[in-house]
T-cell receptor, first 118, second 111 residues
Framework: GAVVSQHPSWVICKSGTSVKIECRSL??????MFWYRQFPKKSLMLMAT?????????EQGVEKDKFLINHASLTLSTLTVTSAHPEDSSFYIC??????????????FGPGTRLLVL | GQNIDQPTEMTATEGAIVQINCTYQ??????LFWYQQHAGEAPTFLSY????GLEEKGRFSSFLSRSKGYSYLLLKELQMKDSASYLC????????????FGAGTRLAVHP
């Protein structure tokens, strides 16, 4: 499978600060990346679709001003949690979708970033 | 709309066989995925089914019935390392890449 990295893997911050999470595709270019969040013992919830060169598409109920997404290049997407609060504490996972894939393994997941807001 | 149902938890014995079921409702169908996720880690791809029938891949097999909106993941010769969550996922209507995940089934394998 393809290699996707996330940085940082762990972050602890104070309430009110902003946190930036990077997602990098190391093996291929991706016009599309996805951001998920996952609460303990729950499934992955899709937050938004990151589109290279255009605005991200957010799922219903996800605040775009709260979770800023920038898809700066074909190999990098960033998620910034602005003015983080304890309820934002979660496991954030990105995935990348190769441009030339249909069916089969169409998403490759990063290792995740665990955010704890105190 | 789209909906996916899986059992929340299952337990099984090392060396045994376990079947994890998934039922789904979608307005269109572009295949069904199974992922394995160990605690604190990202999901890893296990299988993709788009046609009816059973697909075998080593100790893991996946079955699909499109007419019944039903799939299962079959794990044979269970090992302790198979203790994980197993996620069923289908693409959103109209797309292949955007996935909606079920809540996942937490499997505990004991000696």
């Amino acid at each position: 499978g393809a290699v996707v990295s996330q940085h940082p893997s762990w972050v602890i911050c104070k309430s009110g600060t902003s946190v930036k999470i990077e997602c990098r595709s190391l093996d291929f270019q991706a016009t599309t990346m996805f951001w998920y969040r996952q609460f303990p013992k729950k499934s992955l919830m899709l937050m938004a679709t990151s589109n290279e060169g255009s605005k991200a598409t957010y799922e219903q109920g996800v605040e775009k001003d709260k979770f800023l997404i920038n898809h700066a290049s074909l190999t990098l997407s960033t998620l910034t949690v602005t003015s983080a609060h304890p309820e934002d504490s979660s496991f954030y996972i990105c995935s990348v979708a190769p441009m030339d894939r249909v069916g089969q393994e169409t998403q490759y997941f990063g290792p995740g970033t665990r955010l704890l807001v105190l | 709309g789209q909906n996916i149902d899986q059992p929340t938890e299952m337990t099984a014995t090392e060396g045994a066989i376990v079947q994890i079921n998934c039922t789904y409702q979608t307005s269109g169908f572009n295949g069904l995925f199974w992922y394995q996720q160990h605690a604190g880690e990202a999901p890893t791809f296990l299988s993709y089914n788009v046609l009816d029938g059973l697909e075998e891949k080593g100790r893991f097999s996946s079955f699909l019935s499109r007419s019944k909106g039903y799939s299962y993941l079959l794990l044979k010769e269970l090992q302790m390392k198979d203790s994980a969550s197993y996620l069923c996922a289908v693409p959103f209507s109209g797309g292949y890449n955007k996935l909606i995940f079920g809540a996942g089934t937490r499997l505990a394998v004991h000696p």
